[in-house]
């Protein structure tokens, strides 16, 4: 690895001095050169070079997009790439390949060598396609491998399970399983805590030097903590509701906060806004579509509007307080989430099955 992304900074520094960023005019320009100044073979020269090409490829799409205002903000210009000693390297089928019993056979500087592998979804091995990433992380090596899964047909579906997402319980299901978001909750609020913290202590004007310059140091350190501590969940209930659907033969309705932040805002505390801010429901809606789509389970996004407001059993408006739902017509009371989640899928199974209609319609006058 070292000794590749040593003979990348070669190639980098060539391809800036030169201004010669295509693949094919650059593999012509260093090639023979690479070769003859390293030890890598002939293939792990070409990757090295396509390596190279990538990543000024990438700089140059990140600053178009810094101009047309669709990337971050700032005044970076394209500047000579440098990389890592031990940076990520590209090994392809030609240096390395898969052997029975859980070994891979992978080219190094002494000849190739046979490693055995731990597989997580060895399922997914007849569909291997492309390059895989060789990386090295907490003094362990690591292997990406791309492949191509095809996407299985949907099957029609009659019946939908309504998900309902929300801060206090991140995801409650038509089917009364409640995802708690009671330990995410908490961690976002000891990162606040201690945000501001920092905070106050770097602009307080009796500190010395050194501690605002921690104090500076330590969110970097801590970034993207929250966003890791949030993610790991979102996989573990977005798993688990479309286990659940593809189980029970239902497709998944979910419904649509495109814009509830502008609209949830307006004349709310400080400490709500944050926490709506901070609220990854689409996180987690993008884990639950791709994740349904690779079982064959078919998802449809509803609009949630008085979701959390009308009865799931007679379909008037009733009153909900805080996490309790009740109907002033028919007498019913139960978990408001759980009852929203069963609005949810309702008016798509309805669509579906035009004869149960009545599923969706209501007296006209309450009940005596």
Same mark, same amino acid.
């Given at each position: ?71 971050? #903000? ?71 491998? #791309? ?222």
């Amino acid at each position: 690895m070292k000794q590749a992304n040593a003979v990348c900074d070669g190639i980098s520094a060539i391809a800036w001095e030169e201004k010669c960023f295509n693949k094919i005019n650059l593999h012509h320009r260093c090639y023979y050169e690479s070769r003859t100044s390293s030890d890598l073979s002939a293939q792990m020269t070409v990757r090295c070079i396509a390596k190279v090409a990538d990543a000024y490829k990438a700089d140059k799409e990140a600053k178009k997009n810094r101009k047309s205002g669709k990337g971050k #903000t700032g005044k970076k210009e394209l500047a000579q790439i440098s990389f890592k000693p031990l940076g990520a390297i590209a090994y392809d089928a030609r240096i390395l390949s898969y052997l029975p019993g859980d070994c891979v056979s992978i080219w190094t500087m002494g000849g190739r060598i046979r490693i055995p592998y731990f597989c997580f979804n060895p399922e997914y091995f007849p569909y291997i396609q492309g390059e895989a990433d060789l990386l090295f992380k907490k003094g362990k090596f690591y292997l990406g491998q #791309t492949v191509d899964v095809p996407k299985p047909e949907k099957e029609e579906v009659e019946e939908f399970i309504g998900c309902d997402l929300g801060i206090t319980n991140i995801a409650v299901t038509s089917d009364e399983i409640t995802h708690s978001g009671k330990w995410i909750n908490f961690c976002r609020a000891k990162r606040v805590k201690i945000r501001s913290s920092i905070q106050s202590k770097g602009t307080k004007t009796g500190c010395s030097r050194s501690t605002r310059r921690n104090c500076r140091k330590l969110p970097e350190r801590l970034s993207g903590k929250e966003r890791t501590t949030a993610t790991i969940p979102g996989h573990t209930i977005s798993k688990s509701i479309v286990r659940s659907a593809k189980e029970q033969g239902k497709g998944i309705a979910i419904e649509d906060l495109t814009h509830i932040r502008s609209t949830s805002n307006r004349k709310r505390n400080k400490g709500f806004r944050r926490k709506l801010s901070c609220w990854s429901f689409r996180q987690l809606r993008s884990f639950i579509e791709y994740k349904s789509e690779r079982a064959g389970v078919k998802t449809i996004v509803v609009n949630p509007a008085y979701s959390s407001q009308t009865c799931s059993e007679c379909h008037h408006i009733g009153e909900r307080r805080g996490q309790a739902f009740k109907c002033r017509n028919c007498g019913l009371e139960m978990d408001a989430d759980v009852n929203g989640a069963h609005n949810l899928g309702t008016p798509v199974a309805v669509v579906n099955q035009p004869q149960k209609s009545i599923l969706y319609s209501c007296a006209v006058h309450y009940q005596v």
